[in-house]
């Protein structure tokens, strides 16, 4: 009996053998002919009968094979696009989320400035009307220059406002300071004889400082999002080379010609396909790992000062400031001008007296209705949300591969895999050697050059990231608070207007805060009426496309700190406040003394 009972163990596990070992089973073409003109509907190139495959390239076979040298060649094809087509699947969610977020804050952006204009054009019309038309013009080409810029524009910042008050001032001294009858002094000493006469004292220089770092800024940022766009995009877009072909033939097509059209290639097997296949991408994720947290860390800067939201939305401010400290010094300004241009060329001026009610500024007033604010939906919340998003892709390039292998469907037996030349087990013990296609060399083989451009481009971004984050370090403190310097009649500029803006003589010696943009604006009384409430409406409007890219990477001159240091805010005033773990120890020993 124990005899029998081990011959009908033997004879059982002898019959099991060709389902447990796939390589074992006898060839049946007319399955694989099914297959391949299930593909290629119409091509009858299947043998009948298996065949000795000498002609194969590729898929040379141990044995006999059901493939012709033509199904080898059109299994090649479909391979790469396979590939390709699940490359683009892997990163469409990274694109999708880039791309939208790009369109709407190029959007937001617009809007802002937009709204910007729109309020200083109001201010001129309402408060300034004797200006005209002219100090309109100016307005508008300001904003014009400004969106420019941050689309890319090779542009200073600080030549805009200059421009902008050159061609304000005359209007200023001729009809704003009742200088219309004047005579002999042309237009051209005008335009700059501001600068000489102090004419808007240091708003100006206000002005330029706020703008620089704010559009700076925007500029990287939206730079930062087209080159994000760009890189996700050639990476979709790789392309399957000649070997890469043939490591994926043989991944995917060599077992249909055994008759293996349910093999699965061992993960191991297609993780270093893969690797191969995208040439040494791989060696892009620690920059982009760093193009992620960089944007991440300007994303959380960008306000107070470089938030263009808080800053433009307060332009017209900084302007009626500028305007006001003229009308408030025309005596002063009037006989600096006259100084300035007394030995000019003279040119006829077309400027006419103007009426009385003309000459002084409007008394208008200028407490506009508030505008509706939801914190959520500001520049700075919505970005937020979207460098959150992005951070769940910050291992992107880490997990490409493997990314790419999982969409391969599972295995019906789930304990075999194809090693690139026959079935063998998924798991195998420790005894058993897997077979790796792709030796050693493979991994150490330079990128592709477009890989490598992928990577210079965002050592680049990263560069002009981390570069844009540093001017809250060159913040300077000044003992005391900064206050502005008092005009000796009492006039001008050393007041504060309703919407919490200090004006004042100050320079970069100087060390002010809160004035001329050398330090943060005073969060405390920034108005929340002029935030915006636009994302709702832009994401419904905006439609997802694959973009067109090009190269916007034009390198912004950045200013630099000519002392090269950075004081910490406030230094100055705690170094002679007692600290309170000294006034505590006084206390203790006070105590014991009573004691």
Known sequence: MPGLKLSGALILWVLMLPFSRPNSQVLDCREVRSSFQFLYPGMKWTPETPVSGSDLQVCQPKGLTCCSRKMEERYLLIAKQNMESNLQATSAQLKVLIIQNAALFQEAFDMVLRLGRNSTLTLIREEFPGLGAGASGAVTQLFLDMSLYILGSDANVNDMVSTFFSRLFPLTYRRLLGNGAVTGISEDCLRGAWRGASAFGSFPKMMMTRLSRSLLATRVFLQALNLGIEVVNTTQH?????????????????????????????????VSTMGACLGGAAEVQPHWKAYVEELGTLATAMKGEQDIEAVVLRLHVIIRQALKQAVATKSKVSAQVSGICAHAPARVSRAVALSKEHVAASPVPHNRPPVNFDPDETLFGRRREFISGLRGFSQFYSGLGEALCSKEPAALNSSLCWNGQEMT??????????????GSESRQKPPEPVISQIIDKLKHINQLLRMVTLPEKRWKARPGGGAARRDPAGQGQADEDEEGLESGD??????????????????????????LRIFSDLADNLAIDDLTLHELLLTPTLAKDAKGGASVPGAARAASVPSATFIFTI??????GIQ
């Open 506 to 531: 100050c320079d970069d010696e100087d060390e002010c805060t809160g004035v001329s943009g050398l330090g943060p604006p005073r969060r405390n009384r920034a108005p929340r009426r002029n935030r």
């Open 425 to 438: 087990d998924k798991f195998p013990g420790p005894g058993l050697k897997r077979v790796h296609p792709h």
């Open 238 to 270: 790789l392309r399957a080379g000649r070997d890469c072909g043939r490591s994926l033939l043989k991944l995917w097509y060599c077992p249909h010609c055994q008759g293996l059209l349910e093999a699965r290639p061992c993960r191991p097997l297609c």
């Open 587 to 592: 206390i203790i020993l006070i105590t014991m």
